[in-house]
């Protein structure tokens, strides 16, 4: 029954959630004080590095961290998981060696700003995410969510502490950070004991070969995210300027929120699609939680979009015009949350063929767009391509898929949904005192309208436990 009560999708999605909530949202509101202390071009900087570490990090890992967590989930390596760990760390090295290698070699030929915080920043962020994978594998989820919260808290603190009172800019607020991973990973690695692993072993080539084998057709799959949200961050710079570079990385802090509620349930989702193993019962659950997640995720969508022009009260004023492209970004961020939802089915299935070739098709779309609409018509025409980027997406993995998963789609449900979300958006232009409060009302409306069962069924759930 605990064991039972331990894999549950809700017992887990409240686990991830106290993990994710809390560094999503204090990076939001960090971002936002961010804003008084630098320009919009320190701020479309620091996002233009943000961006290249996030490109750098899965190239070097090739993504190992995916496959040390589903063979630590697999029953079948319950007796190996130390040369699991073992392998899965000296290949992590062999490939940061190289890294710096080449890292070191390019900056002889190209020049850079801060290129040794860069450096250090994006090794941490190579070793975070494998450890994270390594604690959640090993079934610590309430170690993996207070250590979430650890490490948050030392970011926000140093970066306060580093803007507040040494007024320091960039290399400031990546400081701060770099300290605030090392901490996290040392603490990580004392804590679970892994020291034993961090040294040369003979390696496993079969179990290298099959973990490599799973993991790498999931590189192009995070590459075409990075694609589709990061690199339109480079059209903006060479064609509008990292002014409008800066603008743009406000906007999308806003649908960040959004993230933060499918990262937890993506965790989750994932972590129970995989230990699902008869067909049938899988074809039942991801239709009774596909139109549950859409009618929570969209109902949120709607909320946040009629707020996003209240929101940008918030930020410097400087930056008060990002609100006009938050609408389009949170319905692209919506896309992007059902295109993870179909992922975990090609996890589950270990497929990972159709995750590379939908994200290499997303990917291309928003690349192709972004070119032709960047200029004309600006970061509306950057947002647009995203969202196309993202709906190209989750239409190729929503037919692909039921190729091995039937998965019925509500397509009544998401066209209902979107046409009231184009009203409350559609209110956010007229210039009124009335139309934040009404929008906002209606808004809340229709969440509790779609999700009011759903929400109703948890109160009754924490009742219970209360209650106990």
Known sequence: MAEKK?????????????????????????VFFMT??????????YDLILTSVSFIVPCVSLLIDNSLLRWLLDPDF????????????NLLFINILLYTIIYWISSLFFSWNYRGLIYVYSINMILYPTILQGTRGL???????????FYSFFYVMLTFVSLYFFKSSIEGVLLANIIALFITIIRLLIQNGWGRYLKPIKPNFALLKSMSNYSLPLLPNTLSWWFISASTRYMILAYLGKEFNGLFAISYKVPTIILVVTSVFTLAWQEKAIRTIDDNESVTIFNS????????????????????KFIMNFVSSEYYESWKYIPILLF???????????????????????????????????????????????????????LLGYFVLFLYRAIHIKKFLTIKFPTTLLITMTFLYMIIVSLLKLENKFVFPISLALSIIIFFYYNYNYLNIIKSKIDSKWRK
Do not use: H
């Open 6 to 30: 331990n894999n549950s999708l809700g017992y887990l999605a409240v686990i991830y959630m106290i993990g994710n909530f809390s560094s999503k949202i204090l990076s939001f509101i960090l």
């Open 36 to 45: 008084y202390f630098l320009s919009k071009e320190e701020i479309g900087e």
């Open 78 to 89: 319950e007796n190996k998981k130390d040369e699991i760990f073992a392998n899965t760390f």
């Open 139 to 149: 079934g610590k989820n309430k170690l993996y969510a207070t250590i979430s919260i």
């Open 289 to 308: 939680v596909l139109k549950k997640y859409i009618k929570l995720i969209l109902g949120i969508v709607i909320i946040l979009g009629a707020c996003s």
């Open 332 to 386: 692209a961020v919506f896309f992007q949350a059902i295109s993870g939802f179909y992922g975990a089915g090609y996890l589950r299935a270990k497929k990972t063929k159709g995750i590379f070739y939908s994200s290499i098709i997303g990917g291309l779309v928003t690349v192709i767009i972004s070119f032709f609409l960047v200029k004309p018509y600006g970061l509306y025409g950057v947002s647009w391509a995203i």
